[in-house]
């Protein structure tokens, strides 16, 4: 069965300092793989989204950006974080079936999260 | 683009009560949609999703869900709630190719 696995579980980080967080995934090949943050009162809004190695979309612009190393691997990182990038974050993994008839699903699993507050 | 409307912000219900979470959406065909559920400090479970056939929905831990085409809904019910239930759920929909856009969430308080 597959499993996504994300960490740090919680992170605290000073204004400016860099961040990595990383998401990986078991027991599936060549997933869609997405960034989420949730903030209070504001739901989840993604932020990247991935449908191969190397391929990132960005949803948002800000001072974030993602890479897809390998197959399983998705990795969020700034190079110097605000305040306003403190939140839960949360990876995901979809597998994008093959359109019969000109249709598709995107069921997507989330993993555990990680919470990062930036003082 | 589409969008997803979960009006209540906040829920309050006696543990043993019915419960309707309300779900309404944007978009010109049928969407596929889905029920998430989060609890406090964890990740997304999926509890049901709709693609197409039989309106009526059946998800994990008793929840059901029914879309109604005429009134762009897919609300999330459950007979009887459990103190366990406690926690935020999310109303997401999928267009065509493009990501899941997701509700606000309406965050569920059980009480004795």
């Known amino acids: 069965s597959q499993t996504i696995h994300q960490w740090p579980a919680t992170l605290v980080q000073p204004v400016g300092s860099p961040l990595s967080l990383e998401c990986t995934v078991e027991?599936?090949?060549?997933?869609?793989l997405y960034w989420y943050r949730q903030a209070a009162g504001r739901g989840l809004q993604l932020l990247f989204y991935?449908?191969?190695?190397?391929?990132i979309s960005s949803e948002v612009p800000q001072n974030l950006s993602a890479s897809r190393p390998q197959d399983r691997q998705f990795i969020l990182s700034s190079k110097k974080l605000l305040l306003s990038d403190s939140g839960f974050y949360l990876c995901a993994w979809s597998d994008l079936l093959p359109p019969p008839a000109g249709t598709s699903t995107d069921t997507q699993y989330f993993g555990p999260g990680t919470r990062l507050t930036v003082l | 683009a589409q969008s997803v409307t979960q009006p209540d912000i906040h829920i309050t219900v006696s543990e043993g009560a019915s419960l309707e979470l309300r779900c309404n959406y944007s978009y010109g065909a049928t969407p596929y949609l889905f029920w998430y559920v989060q609890s406090p400090g964890q990740g997304l479970q999926l509890l049901l999703k709709?693609?197409?056939?039989?309106?009526l929905v059946q998800g994990i831990k008793g929840f059901e869900a029914e879309f109604k085409r005429s009134q762009s809904s897919f609300n999330l019910r459950k007979p009887s709630v459990h103190w366990s239930d406690a926690a935020e759920y999310f109303c997401?929909?999928?267009?065509?190719?493009?990501?899941?856009?997701f509700g606000k969430g309406t965050r569920l308080s059980v009480i004795a």
């Open positions: 997401a929909v999928d267009e065509e190719d493009t990501p899941l856009v």
């Open positions: 027991g599936t090949s060549n997933p869609n």
């Open positions: 709709y693609f197409s056939g039989d309106t």
């Open positions: 991935s449908v191969g190695i190397g391929q």
